[in-house]
């Protein structure tokens, strides 16, 4: 079993997932993972007591906000209540694993997988997660859609297009786990900080939500074994390479939405910003430094690497020199013995996520700045460690001058196309409970 669900040990439900896009060298099938949910607990489409799959047939437009055909304000939401494709079904033992990648039905299979192994990491961390919006509604609705050029979220929905636009490879969102992650981030941030009207969020809260989902979905790519080894030795060890892991969201071999491992800085963003998503890089880029720096003294308190190697490392002058001893002594001590380096990144990976995990709870959305997030983030490593990982927190933060620089102003760029932004997902359908 290559990846493990919360509960996973044994007596889950068994489903096959690309761990990640399929189109990349190494990754073209489809990998088995354990799910949380026991096996035999879970219907036709799927459906469990959290989610439930649809393809629906004949659905014009995504969920959320809209106008109607006169014009007016509207919103379109679950329960989708049209004519579905045939679900897909388990075998006799409850299982969704003997679902062929050529049959229909694997999209639908493959997009709950996803979203329920995504939960499954993520509750590891942060414990149970009610839906922000159970009060309304006992599901999240997942929408398998084919008319949709993008994947988004909201209230009671994740719905999956396809990348149809000519960026990358055109390829169905529901078949990529970092999109489906990086939405399931978003909800899980949604039920654990609140769900705040739009009318009191800015700039900093949108970039935050966008780097959180990011690193979500980081974090469920480091749960699956094929990536976590693929990753080793393509970089002998040096995460600081780009990889499989820093990307989110492949689009094709050689592009994606974004990556984590940048040297985007406040300083980029100081004359003001046009995109949330843009505005995300910094923090999101400060956290997976801090996962580096983890890793890296892990590696040195268990002898594989030397306190000087690991001050060169740090050294972005020296890093960027034609010649310097880092890459070899990774591929030296790696070359020797491999293991316990995936032991340090899953030590690393798990301070991480108990560390975002505790980070959410403690932060509120409305007024939110990154300067209050590194504040907290050094609060909650203390708790979590005792200080022991404290100046890779700060260093992270201040070297991307978070706590120094404000964001400018937001500016419309009139050569960007709008994307769904975090305040429609943030749209709390009319009448519905708080």
């Not at 839906?131 to 999956?160: I, K, M």
């Amino acid at each position: 079993m290559v990846g493990e669900g919360r509960r996973g040990r044994g007596g889950g439900t068994r489903v096959r997932l690309f761990p990640q896009a399929r189109f990349l060298d190494g990754f073209g099938e489809p990998v088995t993972v354990e799910l949380s949910v026991p096996a035999g607990s879970c219907g036709a489409g799927p459906v469990d007591a959290r989610f439930e799959t649809v393809v629906p047939i004949g659905k014009v437009g995504p969920y959320g906000p809209g106008t109607d055909r006169f014009g007016r304000p509207s919103w379109s939401g679950p329960p989708w209540r049209g004519r579905r494709a045939l679900p897909a079904r388990p075998d006799r033992f409850g299982h969704f694993d003997g679902i062929a990648v050529g049959d229909p039905a694997f999209l639908a299979a493959h997009a709950y997988g996803c979203a329920r192994f995504a939960l499954d990491v993520l509750e590891g961390y942060c414990g149970p997660v009610p839906w922000h919006f159970g009060r309304s509604l006992p599901r999240l609705e997942v929408l398998c859609q084919t008319g949709y050029d993008n994947a988004h979220c909201g209230w009671g929905f994740l719905e999956l297009g396809w990348n149809l636009k000519g960026r990358g490879l055109s390829h169905p969102y529901a078949l990529n786990m970092d999109t489906v992650a990086h939405e399931m981030g978003h909800l899980v941030l949604f039920s654990l900080m609140g769900h705040a009207d739009g009318l009191f969020l800015n700039g900093e809260y949108g970039g935050f939500h966008e780097a959180m989902a990011d690193l979500a979905a980081f974090l469920v790519a480091a749960h699956l074994d094929p990536v976590v080894d693929a990753v080793l030795r393509a970089t002998r060890g040096n995460l600081y390479i780009a990889n499989e892991l820093s990307r989110i969201v492949e689009l094709a071999p050689a592009d994606q939405i974004r990556n984590l491992g940048h040297g985007v800085k406040m300083d980029q963003f100081r004359g003001g910003w046009s995109d949330e998503h843009d505005l995300s890089l910094p923090l999101a880029g400060a956290f997976f430094d801090i996962l580096v720096e983890v890793y890296q003294t892990l590696l040195v308190d268990a002898g594989l690497l030397s306190p000087e190697i690991v001050e060169i490392a740090r050294n972005v002058d020296a890093m960027l020199a034609f010649e310097h001893p880092v890459d070899a002594a990774f591929a030296a001590a790696y070359a020797a013995e491999p293991r316990p380096f995936r032991a340090a990144f899953a030590s690393a990976r798990d301070v991480l996520g108990h560390l975002l995990a505790r980070l959410w709870r403690r932060l509120d959305p409305v007024g939110l700045t990154y300067a209050e997030v590194a504040r907290q983030a050094v609060l909650v490593e203390r708790g979590l460690t005792g200080g022991r990982f404290e100046r890779a927190v700060r260093t992270s933060f201040a070297w991307r001058s978070i706590g120094v620089i404000a964001p400018g102003p937001r500016v419309r760029d009139p050569l960007r196309p709008r994307r769904r932004a975090l305040c429609d997902r943030a749209v709390r359908p009319p009448l519905q409970p708080a």
